[in-house]
């Protein structure tokens, strides 16, 4: 009967020590979204001002500017799921790309001062994203892990914790970059 009890406290602790793992776990996974959104936010600031300052050189095509506005607009809108978000980055990320490889065709656009300091900033956003991006898959992984390798998956299962998902790229994203037609643009 002693041995009996003893089991049953040991599994029970055991469980109080698994569940508070899991939800700092989870709570990890939380945070580092947040850290990503937060390197989103400070993207989607600059983007006024290099619209801007593109628009003084009113040469740029007026529809990628238009896009990239609207495509702002929809991300900071509000209440949009994660999901959502990360189609709208991805987005973002391409028309804005598109932007700075095009500036090679305005040379005085190209040697703005002004401009020159938001693609450093840019550049450095999306390093300061990329990082994010790869701190959140990293809790991602270590919470997903918890919930399904065993015992743990016997918990987490009664428990009714889910598995989420690591932010991936995007298909157009994955392809090789065709150098002649870049220098043909």
């Keep these: 009967m002693v041995i009996a009890l003893i089991l049953i406290g040991a599994l029970f602790l055991f469980g109080i020590f698994f569940y508070n793992g899991l939800i700092g776990k989870k709570n990890q996974v939380t945070n580092a979204f947040s850290a990503i959104d937060v390197m989103l936010k400070k993207r989607f600031d600059l983007i006024p001002n290099l619209i801007e300052v593109v628009k003084q ?12 506005v609207e495509l702002r607009a929809k991300a900071t809108a509000g209440n949009i799921s994660e999901a959502e978000k ?10 804005v790309n598109g932007l700075m ?37 990293a809790s991602v992984t270590d919470y997903n892990n918890s919930i399904m390798m065993f ?8 428990l009714n914790f889910q598995p989420i998902a ?13 150098a002649k037609t870049l220098f043909n643009s």
């Design 57 to 68: 050189y009113n040469t740029y095509e007026q529809e990628t500017l238009t896009k990239i």
């Design 86 to 95: 990360a189609t709208l980055d991805t987005q973002l990320s391409s028309s």
């Design 101 to 137: 490889l095009n500036v090679e065709n305005y040379p005085d656009l190209k040697a703005n001062t002004n401009f020159i300091n938001l693609q450093t900033t840019w550049t450095e956003s999306e390093e300061q994203i990329a990082a994010a991006r790869r701190t959140y898959n």
């Design 151 to 158: 015992p743990g998956s016997i918990f987490a299962g009664m």
């Design 166 to 178: 690591v932010l991936a790229t995007a298909e157009e994203e994955r392809k090789n970059i065709n």
